[in-house]
């Protein structure tokens, strides 16, 4: 069955290709499966892409063509992304397989076409997000309006494709919740940073970590709060909205050092003693990385990350997001650091191999391919 899929016209398509995240490693591997593949998406960023998806074909929406200013703002231009979605060409294909967070799934292809749709989750601000979103005072009625018209296009856009994969068991209840449709959890792949995964047990660790996009809902300001209350050093990586204002409020002990390679962050968890992870995730691909060179997760008792987090074992859990809590997890962490076996917790992360994605994401294909 495997060979089929050598024999027929697959598309990728993704939300956006913007800056680089674990939606855009999952992409990336499945880039890999299909060398052949163009892919769709509604913008692309070749700047803040630092190279990934160079010798592909990437075919772009008419959003592309907005003026630079407005591509950057992607809430002045929502209200067009439904159609920019719906009105790609697909089809010459036999098989379009979506990567979506929120608009990808809702492409329309030919009824001899297989749209399988790999979920990164349901669109997080009309649902999980909804009422924090509007709770804001200066959100008026017709934003509320266009907020539950996206909600009903969402739920329409998730019945387009023919079988739909979760990325976590997290992600499931919530297609099942939201969507009231079936789907199969496939993790995600995860890849060391590094050939050489394994740190030298003696190696002395410096500073607690942190590797995520800058985005408000990620909760890194209460992870910044927390560690200026603390006065223990931490490094936090990533780019986004929030960094400018994050560099402000960190105290001395808090690095913010921007994008960073791959190489860099493996060289940055070398010397990590834990790894802080404060967002609700539907899985988190940053942390098992981590995991990976057998640093320790801290994290929010939410989300995908209770999916590999062995309390104890792999690290440890804070129950709400708060700078409090994270306080409380760090110091329980400290007096039990040197129980943690870097072994266990590499084998933990291990579990989620990118060889045991592509057998499982090819199973799954081929299954459903001639339904």
Not at 36 to 53: C, N, Q, S, V, W
Not at 189 to 211: C, G
Not at 333 to 355: C, H, L, V, W
Request: glycine share 4%; net charge positive; hydrophobic share 40%.
């Amino acid at each position: 069955m495997e060979k089929d899929l050598k024999k027929i016209k697959i598309a990728l398509v993704h939300d956006f290709l913007v800056s680089f995240g674990g939606a855009e490693r999952v992409l990336e591997v499945m880039s890999e499966m299909f060398p052949e593949a163009p892919i769709y998406t509604l913008l692309h960023d070749r700047e803040k892409m630092h190279g990934k998806f160079e010798n592909k074909v990437i075919y772009t929406s008419f959003l592309q063509k907005f003026p630079n200013f407005l591509r950057k703002r992607y809430r002045w231009i929502i209200s067009f992304m439904p159609t920019a979605i719906e009105i790609f060409d697909l089809r010459e294909f036999d098989l379009v397989i979506s990567s979506s967070g929120a608009w990808s799934k809702g492409i329309v292809t030919k009824l001899s076409t297989t749209h399988i749709a790999y979920l990164h989750s349901p669109m997080r601000f009309v649902w999980d997000c909804n009422n924090s979103y509007l709770s804001n005072k200066k959100r008026n009625f017709f934003v509320r309006m266009f907020v539950s018209y996206l909600r009903i296009w969402d739920k329409q856009a998730a019945e387009r494709p023919d079988h739909l994969i979760a990325n976590s068991c997290y992600t499931q209840k919530r297609v099942a919740k939201y969507y009231r449709r079936n789907s199969q959890v496939i993790y995600p792949p995860v890849e060391a940073l590094a050939k050489n995964i394994q740190r030298s047990e003696n190696k002395k660790r410096k500073y607690f970590i942190t590797v995520s996009r800058l985005s408000e809902y990620k909760n890194i300001k209460k992870v910044v709060e927390a560690f200026n209350e603390l006065k223990l050093p931490l490094i936090v990586v990533g780019a986004g909205k929030q960094e400018k204002y994050l560099r402000n409020m960190a105290g001395d002990n808090v690095r913010i050092v921007g994008w960073q390679s791959d190489e860099k962050i493996k060289d940055y968890l070398n010397e990590a003693r834990a790894f802080v992870f404060p967002a609700v995730d539907d899985f988190g691909i940053a942390p098992v990385e981590a995991m990976l060179q057998g640093v320790p997760v801290i994290a929010l008792r939410a989300g995908g990350s209770v999916e590999y987090v062995e309390e104890g074992k792999t690290g440890e859990f804070f129950e709400e997001a708060s700078s409090k809590d994270i306080q409380k997890a760090i110091k329980k962490f400290i007096t039990q650091e040197k129980n943690y076996k870097q072994g266990d917790i590499i084998k933990q992360a291990k579990r989620f191999s990118k060889e045991r994605f592509q057998r499982e994401l090819t199973d799954f294909l081929c299954g459903h391919i001639n339904e």
